[in-house]
């Protein structure tokens, strides 16, 4: 009968033993992730890269500074209508850009800010209110923006101010 009392002992310290080893290579991959040794940091990229002059800002991201503009739109502001419960919002973005393409895409303002009004006083309020509908509203003014600007001209949406009031 000893045998009968050491298995659930077994049992029980396999489990135990399989639970630590899981956390400590759950953690072990964490740092890894976290300091850089696998997949990189921006630190690694941006030691790597090469010395540029000019005094300008540096990215945080893969673009240089030199690859990216950005045009700031006005700000828009678009009453809800009468079944919301927020009465206005107010909206500014920037549009990220290619350099060759800024000039252009400034001269065409007038019509992106013209789309994004119509397609705003056209969303149904709730939309607006929901916060999780925030990446499916970028997503499709980003999208009408590129069909005003022109394919490749705009490369994103960044929305500065979301504003209900």
Do not use: H
């Not at 950005?70 to 549009?95: C, H, M, Q, W």
């Not at 119509?118 to 939309?127: H, I, N």
Request: glycine share 12%; no cysteine; net charge neutral.
């Amino acid at each position: 009968m000893p045998d009968e009392e050491d298995s659930p002992k077994r049992g029980k310290m396999g489990l135990i033993l399989g639970l630590v080893a899981a956390l400590l290579l759950g953690g072990g991959g964490f740092y890894a992730a976290y300091s850089g040794l696998i997949g990189g940091s921006a630190a690694d990229s941006k030691a790597s890269e090469p010395a540029k002059g000019g005094g300008e800002g540096t990215s945080a991201g893969k673009n240089a500074p030199s690859e990216t503009a950005f045009v700031p739109l006005d700000p828009i502001i678009v009453s809800l209508g009468n079944n919301a419960t927020s009465r206005y919002l107010k909206f500014g973005a920037e549009l990220e850009v290619d350099p060759a393409f800024k000039e252009e895409v400034t001269k065409l303002l007038p019509r992106v800010l013209d789309v994004l009004n119509g397609y705003l006083r056209a969303v149904d309020s709730r939309d607006i209110e929901n916060p999780a509908a925030m990446g499916r509203l970028r997503a499709q003014m980003l999208r009408r923006i590129q069909v005003v600007t022109g394919t490749g001209r705009v490369k994103d949406l960044l929305i500065t101010e979301f504003v209900l009031n």
